[in-house]
């Protein structure tokens, strides 16, 4: 180029071959970062589940349910457009908190309420009886063994000292009625040998179980029974005794824990005669006390008892004034 020009010169480079980046940028470490945050919450949330138990699942599950708030245009822009959240009557839990958009506690709906956590919206209060159909004629039936045997246990996992009885308390649905057994075993015994006097932890597990019966109106049966191991041939207390009377005991602290008396309807004691392991008569599992809840019997018909009783004409006397016999 001339060299009087006035325009800048003008300076090729060649770039020799060489290492560069690939990508142009750091790109691929900001994808691993997010991978191994990724990865980080993944791991992270399945220890919290592996953590929580069967109740606290069900409290996450429910506070992340969405709530339907009615889209009905009327009302004065308050919470629900001015509508209540149940039908019209008596409000049934005024303490359940309100669910907010986007999140909380789902409202409970129309019939709901059969949620097992405590104090928890829509946990309405199980009775522990069973009520009968309507217009039906049989009498109160006993509440179902497996509604008895929750309500027991759980009261159990709340005193530490019964903590090692769940296992002496068994549960059984008859035609009688909802049984409660109270069971010896190799590790806990209810009663000394040959007592009829309960050991202190007898009486908190029988107070225990008071509680659960006095929620229901049935009428209770008490029965005591031993093992096939006797007293000796000379002894004057035998088996038939030490039943009974550890079956009466057992009435006692049931009505010194708020069993009425009345409702007591039997209290019996068996003896050895019907063992819980027929094929082991002295096994530890035969000395138990079995408290019943009994259903009760049906109310007489209305066309039975509207029946006018007939009255009875004695016979007429006969020729020589002898009453002739009925044929």
Excluded at 147 to 152: A, F, I, S, T
Excluded at 270 to 284: C, F, M, N, T
Excluded at 292 to 307: D, F, G, K, M, Y
Aim: no cysteine.
């Amino acid at each position: 180029m001339a060299g009087n020009s006035n325009l800048p010169p003008i300076i090729i480079k060649k770039v020799k071959g060489g290492h560069h980046d690939a990508h142009g940028s750091s790109t691929w470490k900001i994808a691993l970062a997010d991978f191994m945050t990724a990865m980080f919450i993944i791991f992270l949330m399945l220890w919290i589940i592996n953590q929580s138990t069967p109740e606290q699942k069900v409290a996450i599950a429910e506070y992340f349910a969405p709530v339907s708030a009615s889209r009905n245009p009327s009302g004065s822009g308050q919470m629900l457009n001015g509508e209540t959240i149940s039908k019209e009557g008596a409000l049934k839990n005024p303490s359940a908190p309100l669910g907010t958009p986007g999140g909380g506690p789902s409202l409970p709906k129309e019939g709901d309420g059969n949620t097992d956590i405590p104090g928890y919206p829509g946990a309405l209060p199980k009775p522990l009886g069973v009520e009968a159909e309507p217009g039906a004629k049989s009498g109160a039936k006993a509440p179902a063994a497996q509604e008895v045997e929750r309500q027991v246990r759980q009261a159990l996992q709340g005193v530490p000292d019964l903590q090692g009885f769940q296992a002496n308390v068994q549960f059984a649905q008859t035609l009688d009625g909802t049984r409660i057994d109270l069971i010896d075993n190799e590790k806990q015994e209810l009663f000394p040998k040959g007592s009829a006097r309960p050991l202190p932890q007898t009486e908190k597990l029988m107070a225990q179980v008071a509680k659960i019966i006095a929620t229901v109106p049935n009428k209770v049966s008490i029965s005591g029974h031993t093992d096939a191991t006797g007293f000796g041939p000379n002894a004057r207390y035998d088996n038939w005794d030490l039943s009974a009377d550890r079956a009466n005991a057992s009435r006692r602290v049931l009505t010194r824990n708020g069993i009425a008396d009345e409702r007591i309807a039997m209290v019996e004691g068996k003896a050895d005669r019907d063992p819980k392991v027929p094929e082991d008569p002295k096994a530890a599992s035969n000395r138990r006390i079995s408290i019943t809840l009994l259903n009760e019997p049906p109310p007489p018909t209305a066309s039975a008892s509207a029946a006018p009783a007939v009255p009875v004409q004695p016979p007429p006397p006969g020729p020589d004034g002898r009453l002739i016999p009925r044929q």
